[in-house]
């Protein structure tokens, strides 16, 4: 079955550092790859999308590479700061009309 | 940037009563809009997709008696959780995604049911 998985259920940075949260998939062939930020008690908030033919994507702080070959995301924030402190999700499509598969997302902590 | 408007943001019912949630597109049409749920510390769940002027396709394992989605227009969905019971307790999510755009979704609505 298909499944989506993010490294870890939290990731303690300090501040000014590089966070850097995974996401394998497994029985998938997705046509994006998106990465959303959800804080406690809201909706998701769409961050960057990156197509299978993309092997980087990135916007202001924000870096997303997609390898397809090792079926992996690597989601970084640079020169991070408190107020980056979130759940980033990531989320799968097939392309279509189809609704996104999540993963469970990584709780980042940026410490000052 | 596109918006989508869900209502109420947070509800408390008692149990064996219905639910309604509202989600709205407020800057585009929307042919297709989608239910996710999701519980403490875990990932949004794809209950059902909601489609305008059709019946919604729903998940496996996902009720579609007990969770009655309308799309009477082009910028509205309705999520009716009927007959509620304390494990439909949940945080539930609507989204919708303009044409060549990523998807948007709604500030959520936290049901309680006691």
Known sequence: SQKIEQNSEALNIQEGKTATLTCNYT??????????RQDPGRGPVFLLLIRENEKEKRKERLKVTFDTTL????????ASQPADSATYLCALEGGGA???????GTHLIIQP | GAVVSQHPSWVICKSGTSVKIECRSLDFQATTMFWYRQFPKQSLMLMATSN????ATYEQGVEKDKFLINHASLTLST????SAHPEDSSFYICSARPPDSEAFFGQGTRLTVV
Request: charged share 15%; aromatic share 18%.
């Open chain 1, 27 to 36: 029985n998938y062939s997705p046509a994006y790859l998106q990465w959303y």
């Open chain 1, 71 to 78: 079926k992996q995301s690597l989601f970084h924030i640079t």
């Open chain 1, 98 to 104: 189809d609704g996104l598969t999540f993963g469970k």
């Open chain 2, 52 to 55: 305008e002027g059709s019946k």
């Open chain 2, 79 to 82: 999520l009716t959780v009927t």
